[in-house]
DNA sequence: TATATTCGGATATCGAGC
DNA sequence: GCTCGATATCCGAATATA
């Protein structure tokens, strides 16, 4: 199924409504009373605090059959907001198996949502795409050395997503217009924590977060990597030309520079002459090349790619996590090109450190090489149960070759599909855990990456719509705990 | 307006191994 | 001669900032 035309299409169709479902939730027709309650926005004669929330329910669209099962399944008390929650993340679940008709969708939409194409809804979405701005420097919430004003540290998250299960999700921060504000939309309104790894590293990583985490008294892995290309690459600084200023990396991607490339860029430098400092136009030649494909000098005259063991060290793994186990080259550039990066991915983690002494659960998507398991592990959590789901059968062996190599004493499952995630599944990890600390991962960036010039179609591409799974299951998840 | 950056994809070619 | 993996080269645009 996976990559199949038709699970596309039906992935796609499903996406399409939960797009529109929680966009149009994300309106906010519903505001939030001094008790907590919500009620609708100017429509007092629906208020739930009247314990009406049945009405309110179809007066939004719900089918009685639907909205009676939520009230039932959640308690007559659960704040409405709380109940929509639930009957959005039944209706994901459903369409995971079944797609909706379009007539479905059609009714769907007619009814429910009529009434909130209006002006609020206008300004909704300005004051979301104003909130997804990325500011001019990528500091986040803060990095270490670069004071940032309190206003900025002290967020205000929604009340329903305060605490346990914490839930982390990252993607490039540099997508098409309008994808950052409606992921924010579907993860509860949080605004994007958008990071450069620059401040932790060498290289660029210009990358955005959605969390739930706090975000006081963080602290950084030790000991500290080298922060720039000449700390990290003391050999490569007797052949580095005076006219090449770069002190970071650019973001480390998927591909590579070749072997015939930096062949041409030393044959071009070498026409100026010996001893001769090449002309503009060739220095630009070269600055140009050395930049798009992140050259760094090892001789002279000569450039190279960074191998894969550089990349593993910049991008904060252990020596040769991604080496042996029949892993070619070209496929380790692959992996961590599609990686976390651990020391920046651990400074926000940090916070969990004292809120789990005794270790944590995770349900770790999109697990890839084990990004997220590495910095947990450097932090000195430990990982009691892990469900890491990876579709690569490569990182699977990654990730449980460095399970066994630092000796874990927790239990790592592998799921290689993200659709085996099912509500039944999750109810019986749930139970055999005591619940999931954390749920964390990164969606596939294909279909929204700059580089890509083949498929950059947004959230709702073949690879990156993979972002509603991971809403699905993170909805699951708290839902699941919540009743639990 | 000019410049810089970007977790990429499709295709052809080459060579090792069979 | 075939398969298969690795390699090389081609392919611009969206976005932001100066």
Redesign the pocket.
């Known amino acids: 199924m996976p990559g199949s035309d038709d699970a596309n299409a039906e992935r796609d169709e499903t996406n399409t409504q939960a797009t529109d479902e929680t966009q149009n939730r994300g309106h906010h027709m519903i505001t939030r009373s001094k008790s907590g309650i919500y009620k609708p926005k100017g429509n007092t004669t629906s208020s739930c605090e009247e314990g009406n929330t049945f009405s309110f329910l179809i007066e939004m669209g719900y089918e009685a059959e639907e909205a009676y099962t939520a009230i039932e399944r959640c308690g007559k008390d659960t704040p409405i907001m709380d109940v929509i929650e639930f009957i959005d993340a039944a209706r994901m679940r459903h369409d995971a198996h079944a797609a909706p008709s379009e007539v479905k969708i059609e009714k769907l939409q007619s009814n429910r949502y009529k009434h909130e194409l209006n002006e609020s809804t206008r300004f909704k979405k300005q004051k979301m795409d104003k909130m997804a701005?990325?500011?001019?420097k990528m500091i986040g919430f803060g990095v270490p050395g670069v004071p940032v004003p309190p206003m900025v540290i002290n967020r205000n998250l929604p009340h329903y997503t305060i605490g346990p299960p914490y839930f982390y999700y990252?993607?490039?921060a540099?997508t098409?217009?309008?994808v950052w504000s409606t992921i924010s939309r579907f993860l509860y309104d949080i605004e994007p924590e958008f990071l450069d790894s620059q401040y932790f590293c060498a290289a660029?990583?210009?990358?955005g977060y959605i969390h739930n985490l706090p975000t006081n008294n963080r602290f950084r892995l030790l000991p500290i990597p080298p922060t720039t290309i000449q700390e990290a690459f003391p050999l490569s600084r007797p052949w580095w030309p005076a006219w090449d200023t770069r002190t970071k990396l650019?973001?480390l991607?998927?591909?590579v520079g070749?072997?015939?490339?930096t062949e041409r860029i030393k044959i071009a430098i070498e026409k100026s002459g010996e001893n001769e400092e090449p002309p503009s136009h060739i220095k630009k030649y070269v600055m140009n090349l050395c930049?798009?494909w992140n050259l760094i000098w090892v001789g002279k005259n000569r450039v190279a790619p960074l191998d894969p063991n550089e990349m593993e060290s910049l991008m904060g793994f252990p020596e040769n996590h991604t080496r042996g186990g029949g892993i070619?080259?070209?496929?380790r550039y692959k992996l961590l090109?599609?990686s976390f990066q651990v020391d920046t991915v651990a400074y926000h983690l940090s916070v969990l450190k004292n809120l789990f002494p005794g270790g944590i659960n995770v349900l770790s998507l999109f697990t890839g090489v084990g990004g997220a398991e590495v910095a947990l592990h450097r932090l000195g959590i430990p990982l009691k149960n892990v469900v890491s789901v990876e579709m690569s059968k490569t990182c699977r062996i990654v990730v449980q070759s460095w399970w066994e190599e630092t000796n874990q004493k927790g239990k790592l499952i592998h799921v290689p599909d993200v659709r085996e995630v099912t509500e039944h599944i999750l109810k019986k990890w749930i139970s055999e855990f005591g619940g999931f600390d954390l749920v964390i991962g990164?969606?596939?960036?294909?279909n929204?990456?700059?580089?890509?010039?083949?498929?950059?179609d947004g959230l709702e591409g073949q690879?990156s719509s993979l972002f509603y799974e991971y809403y699905r299951i993170l909805q699951s998840v708290r839902h699941l705990m919540r009743a639990s």
């Open positions: 701005h990325r500011p001019n990252e993607n490039v540099l098409p217009k309008g660029q990583r210009k990358r650019n973001c991607v998927t591909c070749s072997a015939p490339l930049k798009k070619g080259h070209t496929e090109g599609n990164g969606s596939p960036c294909n929204l990456a700059g580089g890509n010039r083949v498929s950059r690879h």
